[in-house]
Structure formats: C-alpha cells, structure tokens
C-alpha cells in the first residue's frame, strides 16, 4: 500500500493532499465495516455472499423507519437496520450450523431473498424524506472528519480486538485451522461458526444504515455487489479463502487499496470499465503473492 | 503352471522410513497366494507398486512373462491386473454399469452407448452369480455388493491377476462363502488371485500358498497344506522386542475408570474393563477391530449406543468432547492431521487450546499467561521449535505429536488415552514418547494405549485388552503378554485355542 500511495502521489499531485485522502479513507469505510464481518466468515472457513443484499434490507427498512415519523430518535431507526440485519445473520448462521447447509449456498439463497423483500416492499421506488438526523448519521463531520472515518476506525478496531485478544477470536481461528481437531478440544464449534455469521450480518445491517444514510434514501438497489467488495478486500488483506488464516487489520489495507485504485484512476480520469479490469488484477495479483510467500 | 507374476528384490522407502526392503512375491496361474504379516508388514504398498499406485526405488516386476512397469492403476488394469481395495472406491452416484465402464464407455459417437453398457454388466454379474439390475446406483448396494461390482469391473477388463485387499473385512459370513465361490471359480478359469488377510481361517480355506511379510521383509513362502497357524503366526510376529522400552516403574491404584458392556451400534459391543490410577493399558486389535471407535465414544466425540461409564466410582454421561475434557480425560488421536492440530496455526495457539478459556481474563484472551504456559510445556517435553510462533504444520512428525501431548497435558487429565501414539515418527522420538507416558504413569494417571504395532503394545502395556471385530475376545495380564498370545486373540480365536 505503501508504494501505492507513493506512486499515486508522484502520478497525480492532487492524490497526496489531506482532503483526498480523508476521501478515500471515507468511501472505503463501508467496505471496510462489512469487510470486518466478511474476515470472521472466512476464517471459519465459509463465506457470506448475503452481505450486500442484508444491506439494501436493513437500509431500507431504517430508512422507512426514518421517514415514517420525522421526530422519532434516529436511533429507532439503528435499531431496526441493525437488528435486521443480525436476525439475516442469525438465520444464515443457524442454517449453515445446524441444518448444514453450505456456506455458499445458504447466503446465496440469503443474498437472492434479501434483496428481493425490500424491492417488494418498496415497489421498486426509493424512499425520500428522511429524517435530518438519519441523513447526519453519515453525512456530518466531527472535529472535521467525515463520521464515516469514525465508524470504520470503531467498527474495525472492535473487530481486531475480538479476533486477536477473545479466547472466542482464538477459537474462530482455530475452527479455520482444523475443525475436528477444535471440536476434541472442547469448542463449541457449531455455536461459534452460527455466531460469525449473526456478527457479519449485524454489520451489514449498520452497513445498510450508513449507505441510506450516505445517499439520503431508502432503496432496495443499494449495494449491489458489496459482497464482492468486501470478500476481495479480505484476500488482498491476506485472508485465506480456506479458513484459518488472515486478520481485520489485513483486511482494512485490502480494502484501503482497492480505494485507492479507484480513487487515483478517478483523479486521473480512467475510464471505470478499465477499473474493474485492474481490480481483478490485483486481486489475482495479492493472492498469487501470498501463495508464493506460503511455498516458501 | 505358467507364472502370472513375479516381482524381485522389491524396495521401496517413503522419506526416511522404508517400508519394504527387497521383498519376493510370485503367482501361479489357477492359484489363490495369501500374503499375510502384521500391519504395516508392506503387503499392500507391495501391491499397490505392482498396480502403479506407488513406484518401486529398485526390483523387477515381470508380469505375463514380460518385465514391466505400470505407472498408474489404469495402465495395470488394461494390461488385464486389479485390485480390488480394501476401502472400495464407488461413485456413489453412478448406476453399476457406469462405474463398470468408467473410463473405458462403450460408445455411439460421441453419446454413450447405455444399452449395450447395461448388456454387458449383466453378463458380467452373471459370470458371479449377482443379480443386481445393472442400472442400481452404487449407493443404493451394499458393501458386498459393491465388492462384487468391483470383481465384475475386474472381470471386464479381462482381468487376469485379481489383488484382493482384506475382502472380507467388512461383509458378513454367507457373504464371504459367496466370495469364495467366485473366486474358486475365477482359479478355474486360470485367473491368479492374490489375496491379503489376517484371518487365520479363511486363509487355510481360500488359499494354495501363503506368503510371510514382517517388518517389510519377505520371511517365507510355504503351501498351505503344509502349514499351521502357529508358524504362521511365529513367522508373522518372530522378533525380538527392542530394548526401547522404559522399565514399568509406576503401580496401579485407585480404580480410575470403568466401563461396563459399552457398545455403538455397528461398531463394538459389549466392552468391559477397568482402568487404574498409574496404570497402562493396552488395547490390541487388527485393523477395523473397534478400537479407534471405542475410545472417540468415551471421549465423547461420538455417543455410545449401550453401556455404562464409571469415573472414580461416579456414573458419568459424556456426550462431548468438551464433557470429556471437564471430567479430565484426554484423547491424543490417531491422525494428528485430521483430528489433532491446526496445522496452519502455530505451536503456541495449538498447546493452550484446550486450556485457553480457563486462564481467559473475562472474555479475553491472557496471552502472556498462555505465551508462558506454551513456554513451558515445549521446554518440558523438549519439543523442537524456533519459538512458539513457529507454524506447527513446519515442525517434525514426532514434535508434531509432542504438540499435541502438551496441549492435553496442560488440563492435568487424570485419564490419557493414545490413539496410536507414535505413527510416523522415527525411533527417537519414539522413545522419547514412550518415557513420557512412562512418567505420566508414575504420576499416577490411567494411560490407554492403542497400537499397531505388536511390540510397541508389548512394550508398554501392564495389562491388556483385545478386540476382534467389535467384540472383546480377552484380556491379557502382565506375563501372558505375548506376539502369539495377542495373534490368536486379535484373528478371533479364543484364549487356548491355538
């Protein structure tokens, strides 16, 4: 990332400028919010296609709650996005848990469903009006920074935390690592493995809050291919796709660069067609460094 | 007769362990050769060369009087040589006739060719005596059918030299009569059949010659009529025991454990013994014998179906691992890779495992406590490492297994059960395991051992306790203790029959 932001800073002299790169760290918040949810999923060894589609559900039933009655707290609105969003979490977890279905399929069957309620709820026409204390929630500066900045850094931080210094963090690895082995060492494996996935689905419930927020207004459209955001975040991160492997800090530099990518290209003026192409180039690129290093 | 096959001076190691060194194995045409010897004598790496699974690191194979080589199972099929494996390989999925055909479809253009598929198998299957519709997916028979299938498949390649690998391990008598019915008649047709057991009684009804692996080593070759099971067993188990093993200094206490009639459904029945502070007890068996599934059931990890445990006099319930751990038992498993370790995890992690939520501060983890813990533990089991950092799927096969000694000592168990203790690891770091658990003894904790390896078992065991097919054919004490003894024990027979 280092020689990213050099290169960039030589390339374009607008890159390297306080304000530009508060924006990046700002339009790589909400990747990174979900991102940390997606890093938990991963390291279990599973996956979470649903988070994009959670979130287009949660925005706009927090929006709706926004715009039904402009003098309610805004944080009757939080609660229904982000408790929507873990009972996403919560029905994803039990499935793959407990009934055994796997990962990818459960959330692909998630992600389909997800996205499809708030389209029927909403008839397909996004919610405007809202109140000005939801459109604040990611619109506002404190101290001078975007609000955005401060979710991410609590959100990530959070998430480091609990994976690095819980005894639940060492057994989510642990699970990645070798499940059966785990399980002999009296961990409740199938517990914490439904608890990853009601964590990636709280976050996408905040996620959804704050891109609604972001946009002021509730739409069932939103979001479209963030589970692809947050999952190539990860492994340029140094997340292992097989479980066991990787870290929240990892994930945030993953999701820092994609940014930037996009952010410089912007600044340069290339077309966005060319950026996905590059993208998906660094992505190989990440993970084919990591296998290298692996093999050594 | 005319000779089918013949391999010479056959060598083969896997790293630094070689597993048969200048073996000889011959077939006649019309002529059923057992090749028998303990586990890990090198009868099935000797067939699995033959077949291309493996490759040789030095000898001759002739096969149909032409020296050759195959370098992979379907070269050695279309050159008219099977084997039919012990664990039977089915596409579950795939009707009979498709898994017949596998990889040789009878073809219309580009489209196969069902019907004709379909004609053939029944002939086939025929040719057993089998009536199974040809279009049955595999999934759907049973494991004697499915091993007919695989003759069928045999058959169909016109196979000539049949391997059988342990047939009958998994089917029941009338099973086995119909398979020696087949293979009397696959002798008549001039097929050779090489067949690996370790039950005395069918080797002296199936077979003409019987061939003796010990230790990867060729020992004899003899006609069956002109043998006992007693010098079979002499020749399978005549070594000496290595002075390897510590002195049993430790002496049994307080009763720790007892079972009494354990079962699970198809598995074991009606287990009973007893288990004291100090003491180490063996549990012997052949392979598929019930034992590896009798001590997963008291840790827990699955349910016993009948049966009741005792510890330190206290009827107990454990239905998880984790109850298992509570009531200080500890289970080092037979494969370190599968149930073992998290091998991309590094040693530190992989020892405070069990322990880490007892030393947590609240919901977090106390990494120096656990860092300090590990620290210990590889200094007092002296486990090779750069630090505890050090990822364990990098370390040795022997300080792998030391790794997971110390992440179960940590819990101070009472009750230690080894699950094969010292498989693929070299003779150092076998003796060093073996004072361990010598030490853990004279501290008073009941230790089960579970090997394969006949000496090992000898060497280490105060008292022991045999299997054989899920059942309990004896217990042995201290001075009965004896290569012979177990043998006979182990293929099935009863306490004096041999």
Redesign the interface.
């Known amino acids: 990332m280092v020689v990213l932001i050099i290169v960039m800073s030589v390339m374009s002299p607008t890159f390297f400028t306080s304000r530009n790169l508060l924006n990046v760290v700002k339009q790589a918040s909400i990747t990174s919010i979900i991102g940390v949810g997606m890093t938990f999923v991963l390291i279990t060894g599973g996956i979470d296609l649903s988070v994009g589609s959670v979130m287009a559900l949660s925005g706009t039933l927090a929006a709706s709650v926004a715009a039904a009655d402009k003098n309610l707290p805004v944080f009757a609105a939080i609660l229904a996005g982000a408790g929507l969003g873990t009972l996403c979490g919560l029905i994803n977890g039990i499935g793959v848990s407990y009934i055994g279905f796997p990962p990818f399929i459960m959330t692909l069957g998630m992600m389909t469903i997800a996205r499809g309620i708030p389209l029927v709820y909403t008839n397909g026409t996004p919610i405007f009006g809202l109140s000005d204390s939801f459109n604040a929630l990611a619109n506002s500066r404190l101290l001078g920074i975007p609000t955005l900045v401060y979710y991410m850094v609590v959100f990530s931080a959070a998430g480091y935390i609990i994976l690095s210094r819980t005894v639940l963090g060492r057994q989510i690895y642990g699970i990645g690592g070798n499940e059966e082995a785990a399980r002999l060492s009296g961990v409740a494996t199938a517990k914490l493995k439904m608890l990853v996935y009601v964590f990636s689905g709280f976050l996408s419930g905040i996620a959804g809050i704050l891109i609604c927020s972001r946009i002021t207004s509730g739409n069932g459209t939103v979001a479209q291919g963030y589970e692809m955001n947050a999952i190539s975040a990860a492994v340029i991160g140094g997340v292992s796709m097989t479980g066991g492997y990787g870290s929240v800090l990892g994930m945030v530099v993953g999701a820092m660069i994609l940014t930037i990518i996009q952010n410089s290209f912007d600044i340069m003026g290339v077309n966005s067609f060319y950026q996905d192409i590059i993208k998906g180039i660094i992505i190989l690129l990440a993970v084919f460094l990591d296998l290298r290093g692996k093999k050594k | 007769m005319e000779l089918l096959l013949r391999m010479q001076n056959i060598s083969k190691s896997f790293g630094t362990n070689q597993v048969l060194r200048e073996v000889q194995f011959e077939l006649r045409a019309g002529e059923v050769h057992a090749l028998i010897g303990e586990n890990g004598a090198g009868k099935s790496t000797l067939m699995k060369i033959l077949m291309g699974i493996y490759s040789a690191d030095s000898g001759r194979i002739t096969v149909f009087g032409k020296e050759q080589t195959f370098e992979s199972p379907s070269q050695a099929l279309h050159a008219k040589v099977a084997m039919i494996h012990q664990e039977l390989n089915p596409i579950m999925e795939l009707s009979v006739a498709e898994n017949i055909f596998m990889g040789k479809e009878e073809r219309r253009g580009i489209f196969v060719d069902k019907k004709k598929q379909e004609e053939k198998t029944r002939e086939y299957l025929g040719m057993l005596g089998v009536e199974i519709p040809p279009g049955t997916l595999m999934k759907e028979l049973n494991v004697s059918e499915m091993q007919m299938v695989e003759i069928a498949k045999a058959l169909s390649y016109g196979a000539r030299i049949i391997i059988m690998d342990e047939p009958t391990s998994a089917i029941t008598d009338s099973e086995v009569e119909k398979l020696f019915g087949n293979i009397r008649k696959l002798k008549e047709q001039g097929a050779g059949i090489v067949y690996i057991s370790h039950k005395m009684n069918e080797l002296f009804e199936i077979s003409d010659r019987i061939t003796v692996f010990r230790d990867g080593q060729y020992t004899v070759t003899a006609e069956t009529k002109n043998v006992t099971p007693q010098r079979l067993i002499k020749a399978m188990v005549g070594r000496e025991i290595n002075e390897i093993y510590p002195e049993h200094k430790s002496h049994a206490g307080e009763t720790l454990l007892s079972v009494k009639n354990a079962g699970r459904e198809g598995e074991f029945k009606d287990i009973s013994f007893e288990l004291h502070r100090g003491e180490k007890l063996g549990i012997a068996g052949l392979m598929g014998a019930g034992r590896t599934e009798l001590v997963m059931a008291l ?1 827990g ?1 699955r349910k016993l179906t009948g049966g009741s445990v005792e510890i330190k006099g206290e009827a107990v319930d454990i239905r ?3 109850d ?2 509570r009531r200080k038992i500890a ?1 080092v ?1 037979e494969d370190r890779k ?8 590094c040693v530190g ?1 992989n020892i405070v ?2 322990v ?2 007892k030393y ?1 501060k609240g ?3 106390n ?1 120096r406590k656990c860092n300090g813990l590990a620290e210990d533990m590889v200094k007092r089991l002296s486990i090779k490492v750069t630090g505890i950092r050090q990822i364990t799927g990098s370390l040795s096969g022997g300080n792998q297994q030391k790794v997971v000694l110390a ?1 179960w000592l940590l819990n101070e168990p009472d009750i230690i059960i080894f699950d094969e203790p010292t498989r693929g690891i070299d003779v150092g770091a076998k003796t060093e395991i073996y004072k361990i658990i010598e030490e853990l003894a004279c501290e008073g904790k009941g230790i089960i051992i579970i090997s394969s390896e006949m000496p090992e078992l000898i060497g280490l065991s105060h008292r022991m306790i045999v299997l054989h097919e899920g059942r309990m054919t004896g217990g042995l004490d201290i001075d009965e203790l004896t290569q012979e003894n177990i043998m006979t024990l182990a293929s099935g027979c009863g306490k004096g029959d041999a």
């Open positions: 840790f990890a998880t691992p984790r298992a751990i289970l498993t599968l149930y073992g370790l998290n091998l991309i995890g992690d495992s069990v880490e939520r947590s919901i977090f983890h990494r992440k």
